[in-house]
């Protein structure tokens, strides 16, 4: 980031919901306090996952999320099937075939075991649909009123079975930005049943794994330059992370911008702007601008994907800049957030 | 286990803090809730580590574990080296060099920047000492009343450079017990500082990475069968772990064993009995009876394992027993812990 004071970060001494949100906050938490402290190459990438080298010419990538999601259970999904398909995806991201998952309870006291059982069920039901399979463990617990029912950690590993360099750097002028789907969903989906609002059908989650439609991107002999999923921040906060990384600009077109009305609706509610709320299951892959159009066939090819778009283009003008081109004509820059949009939505 | 009632936990519907103590009641959470939810063979081994195969003849094992202790900072460490030295002697404990750590950070809302910065410097030198390179990560921030400052998730990946099958199953009767060193001083040093204890020296923490100590073992050319990190539940709980897995009995000498007399003197004081305390950085060895004292030799080369000593042997008698001579002539078993001895205590 350009940003170079040191810690305390900014005027803050204290660490704020907004240092989770996926926004600049956070951002600033990570890069003058955490990534200093572990500095190397391998963290350096920037990427979701690390790629390892681990001799016998086997690349494998590595990466790890914990899931704090309130609440527990949400239409489309749970923490379990979060913590299954977010880790999965992280994998996907870096063109990984997804093997094997770890998983890591913190359980707040008192939590009904039926709950558990429901979480763990989730999960199994998520691995097996993602074909990882849960290989190690760990279960805490935390006294009542030290957590809040319960938290996962997965870790994962996957297979790098292609010789490109999937990563921001990779990104270059030329390439279009092809999103995997509508957006907004996974982020609506929660708050809605935190803010008690009623639609005419439930927003569901667009929870789900990745690595399929990813991967068949790289096996239909595309020049995947980078792979990221959509989470926290969504598409805006995705795209200047890419940007900034990368050193390019980025222009989207509103009018391609794909959301389901009932989501749009509930943005407009709720006052969000849809371009910032979290997705679980949906991710940009940069390619080539003349390859755009096969990568979109390639994804609609699968039932996570069908309402793939092309959504921007990458230019060498104004690095680390998001541009919109508004529906009216006008340009805007489409800035990182500063703190949380929605707290705790993973 | 051997206790087949269906969940709800015996009589819980509830879990309980003893649930995470790491005696019987957290093994059946583990196996009746957890291990079927994920049952596979690798899962099902019961070690601390996974052992995978990745293809071109390379072995990886692959473990996690969540920290919740507290306090934070403890004489001897802090949840950030024990974070870094729990996972890493999981990988050491199935043998593996420990290469690859993840960091996954649940940050109560309103922590010191400054608090957090102490722990991951303490994670970085953890880290360095261990010979490993945090390479991935994940920062969740959780609302005030939510968390306890901050939880840590590691993940770990080693590289297996032996043809060893170092699991509870190999232990057979004719082995005898290694331990690499005094017993209790973790545990203790946590309830000192909890319970407010004083004493002439201050308890600290045996916190330590295992990983040299361990691997000089298998390349010293010991046939290793089993090793096992004395974690949660103590020397006692993981003996019965091994009975159990194994289908042993093992019997352990109590003129032998080594506590230091602070550690002795404040778990009198506190009602506990070091069998069940809880170590960071002590671990038993099974080897061929024959090899016991080239082991302690072995071990006795490393700083952290130089009161190594030989604990017990192993037998066919009472299979899934621990039985514990005593000073005085009598024989009693060591049974592993109903539930909690002492929470949060990593």
Not at 144 to 159: E, H, L, P, Q, S
Not at 186 to 200: K, P, Q
């Amino acid at each position: 980031m350009s940003d170079t004071c040191p810690v305390p970060i900014g005027q803050y001494e204290r660490v704020l919901m907004a240092h989770g949100g996926g926004g600049r906050l956070m951002h600033q938490l990570l890069e003058r306090v955490i990534r200093p402290a572990f500095s190397n190459p391998l963290l350096d990438t920037g990427h979701d996952a690390a790629v390892l080298e681990m001799g016998g010419g086997v690349r494998i990538a590595f990466t790890t999320d914990s899931y704090v999601v309130r609440p527990l259970f949400f239409p489309g999904g749970d923490i379990g099937s979060l913590a299954v398909n977010g880790t999965v995806n992280d994998l996907a991201m870096a063109g990984a075939k997804p093997s094997f998952l770890s998983a890591a309870f913190i359980i707040e006291e008192g939590l009904a075991v039926s709950t558990l059982e429901r979480v763990v069920a989730s999960m199994r039901e998520a691995a097996a649909a993602a074909g990882v399979e849960v290989v190690t463990g760990d279960t805490k617990v935390v006294d009542r009123g030290k957590g809040d029912g319960i938290y996962v950690n997965t870790a994962g590993i996957g297979v790098i079975g292609h010789l490109l360099t999937i990563a921001p750097a990779s990104v270059t002028a030329g390439d279009a930005v092809v999103v995997s789907g509508d957006i907004g969903r996974h982020g609506m989906a929660i708050m809605a049943v935190r803010e008690g609002l009623e639609f005419e059908s439930t927003i569901e989650s667009d929870c789900a794994p990745l690595a399929k439609p990813a991967l068949a991107l790289i096996e239909a002999g595309l020049d995947v330059h980078c792979l990221r999923d959509l989470t926290r921040g969504g598409l805006a906060s995705a795209l200047n992370e890419i940007a900034q990384g990368a050193g390019v600009g980025i222009t989207l077109a509103e009018r391609a911008v794909r959301v389901r009305e009932d989501v749009r609706a509930a943005c407009e509610i709720l006052g969000f702007d849809p371009l910032y709320v979290a997705n679980e299951g949906r991710f940009a892959a940069f390619v080539p601008a003349p390859q755009a159009a096969r990568a979109v066939e390639v994804l609609q090819a699968h039932a996570a994907c069908r309402e793939a778009w092309i959504a921007g283009s990458v230019s060498a003008d104004m690095p680390g800049r998001v541009v919109l081109h508004s529906v009216m004509g006008s340009r805007r820059i489409v800035d990182m957030l500063s703190g949380e949009q929605l707290p705790r939505i993973c």
